[in-house]
């Protein structure tokens, strides 16, 4: 496996047409990329939250801070955690927006079904935030989140290209008539489910 500093370079040149928002049309999602994904701004919360020493690894702190930036973009009721809460984003994510509860939804080795837990957690009248970690039965649990997720809401799926499997999952997400606009970051993915016309962009992050 080659160090993370490395992939990182060899990533970003593979994905270099795609900087700076080139090829992006759509004023919301040039925007969404400029500003949130690709927000370069130095926040103060970031070296207060790093020094805490929660987060180790250079790959799981650009996505903390990636997180942080979602979070202060989606002002959102709930952030909610498939199949469990990762304890080192959970600080990013209230730093920038304390009112957003976080909270997990786990499949059990005897589960009650995934649309009962879902269920009370959506409401259809506030913006939700769902993080999918690909733990067993993820497959199962998107296809029961689909069903239940609002137009306010979105859906990041982690490690999208970790192997062929997920990456023919992230294109079932990206293809799904319920998905508007979908951002692959290579480590992860972004969809929303509102109205706007489909649209997938490859982002450089």
């Not at 490395?6 to 969404?32: D, E, H, N, T, V």
């Not at 799904?176 to 489909?198: C, H, M, N, Q, T």
Request: aromatic fraction near 16%; charged fraction near 25%; glycine fraction near 2%.
């Amino acid at each position: 496996m080659l160090p993370y500093e490395i992939k990182r370079i060899a990533i970003w040149l593979q994905r270099m047409k795609y900087a700076q928002g080139f090829g992006i049309q759509s004023p919301s999602a040039f925007s969404f990329d400029r500003k949130v994904i690709n927000d370069h701004n130095k926040y103060e919360a970031y070296t207060q939250l790093l020094a805490s020493g929660k987060v180790t690894s250079r790959l799981e702190h650009k996505k903390a801070r990636l997180l942080f930036r979602l979070s202060r973009f989606a002002q959102a009721h709930s952030f909610v955690f498939f199949p469990s809460v990762i304890p080192n984003y959970e600080s990013y994510i209230k730093a920038a927006c304390p009112k957003t509860r976080v909270v997990s939804v786990a499949i059990e080795d005897k589960p009650e079904p995934i649309k009962d837990k879902l269920e009370p957690i959506e409401d259809k009248s506030e913006p939700m935030v769902y993080y999918l970690s690909l733990a067993d039965n993820y497959q199962q649990w998107y296809e029961t989140l689909r069903m239940v997720i609002n137009e306010q809401s979105f859906l990041i799926v982690d490690d999208i290209n970790k192997n062929p499997v997920t990456k023919t999952f992230w294109q079932r997400i990206v293809a799904d008539e319920r998905v508007s606009f979908s951002y692959d970051l290579y480590y992860l993915g972004i969809a929303f489910f509102d109205k706007r016309p489909k649209q997938n962009y490859i982002i450089n992050f």
